[in-house]
């Protein structure tokens, strides 16, 4: 199936649609893994300037604005599609649909170093087929309060580029070559993939969040590995 759009070198390949439709028609033996962070189907809304939340005190320095929709968040999520591929996969998000999901002990938790005292998750979980026993990673995550990556905020559940790029590094993770994302928002992982060198396979079903990825990832794809260090104040 050709793609969308995909690196001059072919080593990223991008495709604007429904993984459901798309992902049958890909090479199964092309993807080593999934990593991804699906709609939750928590119907989680999107149109932050509209509903006043730049007003709150909190918020003031960062600058708000309404997203496209989130597609399928408005529905239970169901990993069926995504199960039957039996790869190593990383489902951030699991415990929202955990039901549907096999038992694992192996749990990755993001720690987002918020106060205690916020009505919003202090913490995010994934479900894995893959590692062993529960990992986590400390990251701060918290409005204008972030850890690292100051850039603009692309996509309402926006994930940092380092906690997938941690999520690819873990020993159990490492080895895996080419790396899908069949719900690959404003392309975090695709930028974490880049960043650790290994090909990488995203699809997304809206157009506005696709070419915001496409963006990321050519932007990323211009920065030498050398320059690893300065990449810190730029955006992604």
């Known amino acids: 199936m050709k ?82 591929l039996r790869i190593p996969m990383i489902l951030w998000g699991g415990n929202y649909y955990a039901s549907r999901l096999p038992d694992s002990s192996g749990w990755l938790v993001w720690d987002k170093l918020r106060g205690e005292d916020l009505d919003q998750a202090t913490c995010e979980l994934a479900w894995t087929n893959c590692v062993k026993g529960v990992r986590c990673f400390r990251y701060l995550w918290d409005g204008f309060r972030k850890a690292g990556e100051h ?7 926006q994930k940092p580029v380092a906690l997938m790029k941690w999520c690819l590094s873990l020993r159990w993770t490492k080895t895996f070559s080419t790396i899908c994302d069949p719900y690959m928002g ?8 880049i960043r650790l060198g290994k090909p990488f396979v995203g699809i997304e079903l809206v157009p506005e969040y696709f070419d915001i ?24």
């Not at 005190?57 to 199960?83: E, M, N, S, T, W």
């Not at 404003?186 to 993939?193: D, K, L, N, Q, R």
């Not at 932007?219 to 260090?229: D, V």
């Open 3 to 84: 793609p969308d759009w995909q690196s001059k070198d072919g080593s990223v390949q991008l495709f604007c649609g429904d993984c459901l439709e798309i992902l049958p028609k890909l090479q199964k033996t092309t993807i080593d893994a999934v990593v991804t962070d699906p709609p939750y189907g928590i119907n989680h809304p999107t149109d932050y300037k509209t509903r006043g939340r730049g007003n709150r005190p909190r918020f003031k320095k960062v600058a708000c604005k309404d997203y496209p929709q989130i597609a399928g968040d408005d529905a239970p999520f169901d990993p069926q599609h995504l199960l039957d």
């Open 151 to 157: 850039g603009e905020q692309f996509h309402p559940m």
């Open 213 to 236: 990825a496409k963006q990321r990832i050519e932007r990323a794809l211009h920065i030498p590995p050398a320059k690893e260090k300065e990449r810190k104040g730029l955006v992604f």
């Open 186 to 193: 404003s392309g975090s992982t695709a930028v974490a993939c």
